[in-house]
């Protein structure tokens, strides 16, 4: 083949490729036409970030089924490999094992500390309002915050919009809307709201026995984005959000309200400078939940609350990174105050004012073209009436092995100074947040991972797999329950358990990246091991949260440009629970014996949900249709705890399942 041949075959490659099918060009005489190049484009919305994040594209839930017309980030994070949650009650993340608690969740890097509305459906985050969602399942690089846990970020889109443009959901139980409006060339505002009106259809659904149910949230955000020149971006994030649930007993005459809020404001400045970057963020973070509960001549309320003033400051280089963190919390623990037939007194509602800072450093150094090494150090120093410092090394080891894919090894010590308890873990106002001191020395925790990855079919599907081992010492955990808060003293050194846990594990992934079916396969084999020096549990024993075995299943599918469809499945093992021996009265009091802590496990879980997307016109950057979904397809019942049921003549301990066994939702969608 001449030189001249092979110049015009390649040419006529890269117009194809650039989408001049169709033309007809000369080149030195010689006529010729494209050549049409087909492929399937990569539909995959997970991908890899730096340190081992997974970062989820938040257009993926335009396509997933809508519980009640909303499609939740946290929720979906729930079916990747390694992230688990409780029930349906249950909003928050158990990632490799870990607790709640031991996560850092927030919006750009500022925390927020309870993240979940009631019934576990939603959280407060409105998809609509961020661009993705990062995840990292342990916090081996060293600017993460002072968690043992993992981290959840939601990410803003940093694109400058030239035109108005926005979303609206409608839905049976909310409805919410994002707008985008640029303010001139170097300005732009972005808002979003969120109400819910879940009793206005739902309210017969509600009711429970001789229980009624009456709830409502509502989520509101605002970010305001400054570009003043090339260099430099200035943004500010607020959030602003509350549940109210109430509950009525008219046969009791007692009443029941739970109230919270989470509030947020954040100024970042980003300045960069070749390849030098430099961020900067001053914020406020708050939040505060009240539970009462009124009888006749009873009336109780059990208030708490945590503040945040932080700092951070971070520079950024090609292979450096390295900044500190400060922050002053203020914290007000669980403190009863009750009045009626039971007036004991509180001795563990003192305010606390803690002050946290850390130092941290990440370097990334090539060994060669397909090996490097970041080790990491975080030095960190807190105080509150005693003083703690905490010296965390971590390292990262990755290889390229090209087509055998990449691997990872790392392991991390880490430290965490707050703590969250309660007597449930649901991330109602019956929990609360307390500050380490002289008492209770702050957490910390030793991990281990190892990954691989490998792109099989022409990177049609991304294998990843990795096992890890967590050590995890000077854990708490809440022993009492809402009648020692009724008849005895309360002190919470009484009601608080203290010990050591180990999480270890192995989690699989399978994703298929192009055509019109997409989505995942993931499965984790998981255990998390609780050890507290007390009577009942001077021995290893399965954490409440525990699920050997989860298997998820994640796709949607293209059928053409009116109709889509989106599944996801879910089958686990059930978690642990402590059954009891035998009840007998005495003097027509109910007294419980109770078999080994832990030792009994409720029903394997099991769910199906379905939707379809129907879309009404498509033109241009206007779109709008009608999402179908059905929660729970298969009916199938899902045991969420057991209980102490009481008839007229007797009571038994039967399971307790979620009082809707399907959930059909229409939901009407509008972008432009």
Same mark, same amino acid.
């Given at each position: ?66 519980? *009640? ?6 929720? @979906?994070?729930? =079916? #990747?490999? !390694?992230?688990?949650?409780?029930? $349906?009650? %249950? ?97 732009? *505002? ?6 819910? @009106?879940?009793? =206005? #259809?739902? !309210?017969?659904?509600?009711?429970? $026995?001789? %229980? ?461």
């Amino acid at each position: 083949m001449s030189f001249m041949r092979i110049i015009t075959l390649l040419l006529s490659v890269c117009l194809s490729v650039l989408g001049l099918k169709g033309q007809t060009d000369t080149l030195h005489g010689r006529t010729f036409q494209d050549v049409l190049v087909k492929g399937y484009k990569p539909n995959s919305y997970l991908r890899e970030a730096a340190q081992g994040a997974t970062v989820v594209d938040l257009q993926l839930l335009e396509n997933m089924p809508r519980i *009640l017309g909303n499609a939740d980030p946290m929720h @979906y994070a729930q =079916l #990747l490999p !390694g992230v688990q949650t409780n029930s $349906e009650y %249950d909003a928050g993340l158990h990632i490799q094992g870990c607790d709640n608690q031991h996560n850092h969740v927030g919006i750009g890097g500022v925390t927020l500390y309870n993240v979940q509305h009631a019934l576990g459906f939603f959280s407060i985050f409105n998809a609509t309002h961020f661009q993705s969602m990062q995840l990292m399942k342990a916090p081996t690089a060293a600017h993460s915050g002072n968690r043992v846990g993992g981290v959840i970020d939601m990410l803003q889109s940093q694109q400058r919009d030239s035109v108005v443009s926005g979303s609206l959901s409608v839905g049976p139980m909310s409805s919410q809307g994002t707008i985008r409006i640029p303010l001139g060339q170097h300005q732009q *505002l972005t808002l979003s709201a969120r109400a819910a @009106y879940l009793n =206005l #259809l739902y !309210g017969q659904w509600l009711k429970y $026995e001789d %229980d009624e149910l009456c709830y409502s949230f509502s989520d509101y955000n605002l970010t305001w984005q400054w570009w003043p020149d090339d260099k430099n971006r200035v943004w500010v994030d607020a959030y602003y959000g509350g549940d109210l649930m109430k509950n009525f007993n008219a046969d009791y005459a007692y009443s029941v309200t739970m109230d919270w809020r989470n509030a947020m404001t954040a100024l970042h400045w980003n300045h960069q400078t070749g390849s030098n970057l430099f961020k900067q963020t001053i914020y406020y973070t708050h939040y505060d939940n009240l539970f009462t509960l009124h009888e006749d001549n009873l009336n109780v309320e059990i208030p708490s609350r945590i503040s945040d003033v932080g700092y951070r400051g971070e520079l950024q280089t090609d292979n450096l990174s390295a900044g500190l963190r400060a922050i002053w919390h203020d914290v007000k623990p669980q403190a009863p105050d009750i009045q009626g037939f039971f007036e004991v007194a509180s001795q563990s509602g003192d305010r606390q004012k803690a002050f946290e800072s850390s130092l941290f450093a990440d370097y990334t150094l090539p060994i060669s073209r397909s090996v490097s090494l970041q080790p990491g150090l975080r030095a960190s120093l807190y105080h509150n009436r005693r003083t703690y410092y905490g010296i965390d090394p971590s390292v990262r080891l990755s290889v390229d092995g090209g087509r055998m894919g990449r691997f990872w090894m790392q392991g991390d010590l880490r430290h965490q100074y707050l703590f969250r308890t309660g007597f449930s873990n649901i991330g109602l106002p019956t929990e609360f947040w307390f500050a380490a001191n002289e008492t209770y020395a702050p957490q910390y925790a030793y991990s281990l991972t190892a990954s691989h990855e490998v792109f099989l079919f022409d990177k049609m599907l991304r294998v990843e797999a990795s096992v890890y081992y967590k050590w995890l010492y000077h854990q708490v955990e809440y022993s009492g329950n809402i009648f020692d808060l009724l008849y005895q003293e309360y002190d919470l050194g009484n009601i608080l358990l203290t010990g050591k846990g180990r999480n270890y594990g192995l989690n699989l992934l399978v994703e298929k990246r192009k055509g019109r079916l997409t989505g995942w396969i993931s499965y984790s084999l998981g255990r998390a091991m609780r050890f507290f020096d007390d009577e009942r549990h001077r021995q290893w024993y399965p954490a409440n949260h525990e699920r050997i075995h989860e298997l998820n299943v994640v796709g949607t599918y293209k059928l053409n440009h009116r109709w889509s469809f989106g599944a996801t499945g879910v089958l686990a093992s059930g978690t642990p629970y402590t059954a009891p021996r035998q009840f007998y009265l005495i003097n027509n009091n109910i007294i419980t014996e109770f078999s080994e802590h832990n030792a009994n496990r409720l029903r394997p879980y099991f769910r199906v949900d379905v939707s379809a997307n129907y879309e009404f016109s498509h033109r241009g950057r206007q779109h709008s249709g009608i999402n179908f979904s059905l929660y729970n397809v298969t009916m199938h019942n899902n045991d969420l705890y057991y209980r102490l049921k009481i008839y007229k003549e007797r009571f038994a301990n039967k399971p307790f399942r979620f009082v809707m066994p399907i959930l059909p939702s229409v939901n009407y969608y509008y972008s432009f």
